[in-house]
T-cell receptor, first 112, second 116 residues
Framework: EAQVTQNPRYLITVTGKKLTVTCSQNMNHEYMSWYRQDPGLGLRQIYYSMNVEVTDKGDVPEGYKVSRKEKRNFPLILESPSPNQTSLYFC???????????FGSGTRLTVV | AQKVTQAQTEISVVEKEDVTLDCVYETRDTTYYLFWYKQPPSGELVFLIRRNSFDEQNEISGRYSWNFQKSTSSFNFTITASQVVDSAVYFCALSDFGGSNYKLTFGKGTLLTVNP
């Protein structure tokens, strides 16, 4: 089944403790992206990647890092999480811009 | 800059009613793509439809239909004979062709509640 898999689905952590949210897709898509969803602010792009080793900032990259060492994986790294990063995070992949993104199931992160 | 406006924050209907979700977009690009996504209470984002800027044909898929009007920069979504399972947040989104970040610009979403 074609899908984008994120883990974990839920995570509660403390301020400053480094964490990684994994994302993997099995569709051989070149384009991958991370979004966060917040009440009243909607969905905003954090980082994107056009191919292996090619990544760039989206609209809200502060406090996040990404890497794309393999085509299928695009982890999101929070080096020192803060409470304002409490959010619902989505990883997404796409074959091409016109096809839209396939989204993962989301990761609900709470930073206390 | 791209912008998507979904003026209806919440809509509540009774089952079997027809309902239209409005979407108005802004872009300076002549080539772009429009999308609708559904977010049910379980939280995932489900792709419903895409439309490119050169294709103004309306589309129907079962109880769902979409009306794309370039002249008014609108891409409205109608659910006919709504059902309780249609209850969800619906997002309209825009992606320009020339951008390098393949970003979807989302509207704020419309919460649709279908009551039995």
């Amino acid at each position: 089944e074609a899908q984008v898999t994120q883990n974990p689905r839920y995570l509660i952590t403390v301020t400053g403790k480094k964490l990684t949210v994994t994302c993997s897709q099995n569709m051989n898509h070149e384009y991958m992206s991370w979004y966060r969803q917040d009440p009243g602010l909607g969905l905003r792009q954090i980082y994107y990647s056009m191919n292996v080793e090619v990544t760039d900032k989206g609209d809200v990259p502060e406090g996040y890092k990404v890497s794309r060492k393999e085509k299928r994986n695009f982890p999101l790294i929070l080096e020192s999480p803060s409470p304002n990063q409490t959010s619902l995070y989505f990883c997404a992949s796409s074959f091409d811009q016109g096809y839209g993104y396939t989204f993962g199931s989301g990761t609900r992160l709470t930073v206390v | 800059a791209q912008k998507v406006t979904q003026a209806q924050t919440e809509i509540s209907v009774v089952e079997k009613e027809d309902v239209t979700l409005d979407c108005v977009y802004e872009t300076r690009d002549t080539t772009y793509y429009l999308f609708w996504y559904k977010q049910p209470p379980s939280g995932e984002l489900v792709f419903l439809i895409r439309r490119n800027s050169f294709d103004e044909q309306n589309e129907i898929s079962g109880r769902y239909s979409w009306n794309f009007q370039k002249s008014t920069s609108s891409f409205n979504f109608t659910i006919t004979a709504s059902q309780v399972v249609d209850s969800a947040v619906y997002f309209c989104a825009l992606s320009d062709f020339g951008g390098s970040n393949y970003k979807l610009t989302f509207g704020k979403g419309t919460l649709l509640t279908v009551n039995p």
